[in-house]
């Protein structure tokens, strides 16, 4: 699994590659903590999900819990291009409910 | 026609893709949607990483993975010998878990929503099964 985490004011976005899983998600968890604890500006999460190619309750667990740590600075949570597949993860998930499923990173960062 | 695979493999977190991967290819034989093998991964990914994580722990031991097919039925069958569920029916209940600051509490609920039969049986310190079973309907071809 590949990711990259870019700060652009208010938003962290990070772009994934791959599978998202038990083995994979420590790092990519350390990495999100990392941008967070060093953009303390950040509020809002972006999560580029278009090359995800899978991801279950542990990659959801990591995503949960950044989410926790913005939520308190009154943060929002995106997700980009999720396939129907991974919508349905999400939303069985509940993830649905505290997030938004939108096209492009742009369509988050021209709110701001 | 009947069909088998036998799987054994370290409980270690590197194994949760190889073994998704290959129970999906297994799976593969029928005629089953992409959604489908979408379904089983994560079914397997959550059955094993349970294993890796509440299963053995600090342990080391193995990972059983049976998987069989007869006519419509996937049977798979994700068995550890670690630590064991001591109250199985709180554990089925959404959102809990042992590890509440890394895991959501969400395996056997994703088990559950992506197979047509869930079974669970255990025993502390002796280990678990988990048995799920997926109806694959025949579909006209075209």
Redesign the interface.
Same mark, same amino acid.
């Given at each position: 699994m590949q990711f990259n985490i870019t700060v652009i004011g208010q938003a962290l976005i990070a772009t994934l590659d791959g599978d998202l899983d038990l083995h994979t998600c420590p790092q990519f968890k350390d990495a999100l903590t990392k941008a967070l604890d060093t953009n303390s500006n950040v509020k809002n999460l972006v999560f580029d999900v278009q090359n995800l190619t899978f991801i279950d309750s542990s990659g959801l667990g990591v995503i949960l819990g950044r989410y926790r740590a913005v939520q308190a600075r009154g943060g929002k949570l995106f997700f980009v291009k999720a396939s129907p597949h991974m919508q349905r993860v999400l939303k069985l998930a509940g993830m649905h409910r505290i997030s938004e499923f939108v096209d492009s990173t742009t369509e988050v960062l021209n709110r701001a | 026609m009947k069909n088998w695979i036998e799987l054994v493999f370290p409980g270690t #977190?590197?194994n +949760? #893709?190889f073994a %998704?991967a290959v129970v999906a290819h297994f799976a593969a034989q029928l005629d089953i949607t992409l959604?489908e093998l979408?379904d089983i991964?994560?079914a397997v #990914? $959550?059955a094993v #990483?349970n294993c +890796?994580?509440h299963g053995y722990r600090e342990k080391e031991g193995n990972v059983v993975i049976r998987a069989s097919y007869e006519e419509s039925r996937l049977e798979i069958i994700v068995e550890d010998f670690g630590h064991g569920i001591p109250d199985i029916e709180v554990a089925q209940e959404t959102g809990y878990t042992t590890l509440p600051?890394? %895991?959501?509490?969400?395996?056997l609920?994703?088990m559950r $929503?992506y197979m047509d039969e869930l079974h669970i049986y255990s025993e502390v310190e002796v280990g678990t099964k988990v048995v799920m079973v997926k109806q694959i309907p025949a579909r006209q071809a075209g």
């Amino acid at each position: 699994m590949q990711f990259n985490i870019t700060v652009i004011g208010q938003a962290l976005i990070a772009t994934l590659d791959g599978d998202l899983d038990l083995h994979t998600c420590p790092q990519f968890k350390d990495a999100l903590t990392k941008a967070l604890d060093t953009n303390s500006n950040v509020k809002n999460l972006v999560f580029d999900v278009q090359n995800l190619t899978f991801i279950d309750s542990s990659g959801l667990g990591v995503i949960l819990g950044r989410y926790r740590a913005v939520q308190a600075r009154g943060g929002k949570l995106f997700f980009v291009k999720a396939s129907p597949h991974m919508q349905r993860v999400l939303k069985l998930a509940g993830m649905h409910r505290i997030s938004e499923f939108v096209d492009s990173t742009t369509e988050v960062l021209n709110r701001a | 026609m009947k069909n088998w695979i036998e799987l054994v493999f370290p409980g270690t #977190s590197i194994n +949760v #893709s190889f073994a %998704r991967a290959v129970v999906a290819h297994f799976a593969a034989q029928l005629d089953i949607t992409l959604d489908e093998l979408e379904d089983i991964k994560v079914a397997v #990914s $959550e059955a094993v #990483s349970n294993c +890796v994580v509440h299963g053995y722990r600090e342990k080391e031991g193995n990972v059983v993975i049976r998987a069989s097919y007869e006519e419509s039925r996937l049977e798979i069958i994700v068995e550890d010998f670690g630590h064991g569920i001591p109250d199985i029916e709180v554990a089925q209940e959404t959102g809990y878990t042992t590890l509440p600051e890394e %895991r959501m509490g969400l395996g056997l609920t994703f088990m559950r $929503e992506y197979m047509d039969e869930l079974h669970i049986y255990s025993e502390v310190e002796v280990g678990t099964k988990v048995v799920m079973v997926k109806q694959i309907p025949a579909r006209q071809a075209g």
